[in-house]
């Protein structure tokens, strides 16, 4: 089993649909973070969560320490946020444990 | 005011031949990771380097895979008598390290796309 898991592996939207990316880790992590990947290849990092939650335009990302999971949203969808997101979690200071990434493409 | 880069971009290479990629981190951070991302494949780490100290090379797949970081700013990943299965694009990312402690933002790179034939 993996230690970060990702759902749903792929989802497709209509424009302005509410989105939400699922993760679940099993390790003590330090910190927890939600990547985007354009078709392009980039990476960006969205958020970088150890607690609460965190809003960002039309994106909110949030955890709960205790049940060890991680949500991303996606308010009123936009073809541009068509990407693959994905999982990460720090359990130290170096390494990084990634989720296989949820696609998501949002149609017009 | 310059992110992360990458060279190449691409490199395409004959089995068994060496390949070195290169990255150029943000100036100021201290903190530079390379990570691989096989086709189809989630993103795997491979290595860490914090300033001066020790690498954290916990995570190159075998030890025809080496890192440097020259000066702590320049990250040179070199792998040696390269095989099909070496075929990713490989990441670097750089943060501002241990003054932020796990809470710091990576920035990543553009990604070296290698192809083994």
């Known amino acids: 089993k993996n230690e970060v898991e990702q759902s749903p592996q792929n989802l497709t939207a209509q424009e302005g649909e509410f989105i939400t990316i699922n993760c679940s880790y099993s390790?003590?992590?330090?910190?927890l973070h939600w990547l985007q990947q354009h078709p392009g290849g980039g990476i960006v990092s969205l958020f970088m969560?150890?607690?609460g939650k965190k809003k960002h335009g039309r994106l909110i990302a949030t955890i709960n320490i205790q049940e060890k999971h991680s949500s991303l949203h996606i308010t009123a969808s936009h073809p541009r946020d068509s990407a693959v997101y994905i999982c990460?979690?720090?359990?130290?200071?170096?390494?990084?444990?990634f989720g296989a990434g949820t696609r998501l493409t949002v149609k017009p | 005011g310059a992110g992360v880069s990458q060279s190449p971009s691409n490199k395409v290479t004959e089995k068994g031949k060496d390949v070195e990629l290169r990255c150029d981190p943000i100036?100021?951070?201290?903190?530079l990771y390379w990570y691989r991302q096989s086709l189809g494949q989630g993103l795997e780490f491979l290595i860490y380097?914090?300033?001066?100290?020790?690498?954290?090379k916990s995570g190159l797949p075998s030890d025809r895979f080496s890192a440097e970081r020259t000066g702590g700013s320049v990250s040179t990943l070199t792998i040696q008598r390269t095989q099909q299965e070496d075929s990713a694009v490989y990441l670097c990312?750089?943060?501002?390290?241990?003054?932020?402690?796990?809470?710091?933002?990576?920035?990543f790179g553009p990604g070296t796309r290698l192809t083994v034939l």
């Open positions: 390790v003590g992590i330090s910190a």
């Open positions: 990312a750089s943060s501002l390290g241990l003054a932020g402690g796990a809470y710091n933002e990576q920035f």
């Open positions: 380097f914090q300033g001066n100290s020790a690498p954290d």
């Open positions: 100036s100021g951070h201290t903190a």
């Open positions: 969560l150890s607690s």
């Open positions: 990460a979690v720090k359990p130290g200071h170096n390494d990084m444990r």
